[in-house]
């Protein structure tokens, strides 16, 4: 399985800034996704990171707010940005490989925006 | 367009008696399943997978059955332990690779 972490664990943020979580997968991996958990709910995916070439995002969500990277193939970055209180979430970086594409997680970034 | 979805919402179990977890997923072409348990505070930890062209698959105190023909999975845990209290996600992998997530179960294990 993967060891995936993620930098900042938490941060609290004001309203109208941006903040870029980091996401560091511990081998190379073949798919990479962001998703976002608000409190007591289930996950969504935002987009899935793609290596060399642009994020493909789910419906609801758009590269001008969460700008992605993913430069090499254990590495992604994930951007919240001019954010609003309604951001406030913990979001998640997975990774995926293997024969069967099992996908792993990371300990998520708790987010409060005020 | 379709979801995974949980029967029940939260699961109270005396420690030492097993758990059964359900889960109704909707999309027929759903190839393959995994199980996560989030602990507060955590990311979602794989516990178990199984594929569309198994019914049955089992780990450590863990068994996923999967009835393709109600579109059905469940996760069976032995001999509850306090540990196992967390929010257990189902999910199916659709087309790219994607995961759908289940609404969660929170499991309570009382001593």
């Known amino acids: 399985s993967a060891v995936i972490s993620q930098k900042p664990s938490r941060d609290i943020c004001q309203r109208g800034t941006s903040l870029t979580i980091q996401c560091q997968v511990d081998?190379?991996?073949?798919?990479m996704f962001w998703y976002r958990q608000q409190p007591g709910q289930s996950l969504t995916l935002i987009a899935t990171a793609n290596q060399g070439s642009e994020a493909t995002y789910e419906s609801g969500f758009v590269i001008d707010k969460f700008p992605i990277s993913r430069p090499n193939l254990t590495f992604s970055t994930l951007t919240v940005s001019n954010m609003s209180p309604e951001d406030s979430s913990i979001y998640l970086c997975?990774?995926?490989?293997?024969?069967?594409?099992?996908?792993?997680f990371g300990p998520g970034t708790r987010l409060t925006v005020t | 367009g379709e979801s995974v979805g949980l029967h029940l919402p939260t699961l109270s179990v005396q420690e030492g008696d097993n758990s059964i977890i359900n889960c109704a997923y909707s999309n027929s072409a759903s190839d393959y399943f995994i199980w996560y348990k989030q602990e507060s505070g955590k990311g979602p930890q794989f516990i178990i997978d199984i594929r569309s062209n198994m019914d049955k698959r089992q780990g450590q105190r863990v068994t996923v059955l999967l009835n393709k023909t109600v579109k059905h999975l469940s996760l069976q845990i032995a001999a509850t332990q306090p540990g196992d209290s967390a929010v257990y996600f189902c999910?199916?992998?659709?087309?790219?690779?994607?995961?759908?997530f289940g609404a969660g179960t929170t499991v309570t294990v009382r001593a």
């Open positions: 081998s190379q991996v073949t798919m």
């Open positions: 999910a199916e992998r659709t087309n790219d690779y994607k995961l759908s």
């Open positions: 997975s990774a995926s490989g293997g024969e069967f594409f099992e996908q792993y």
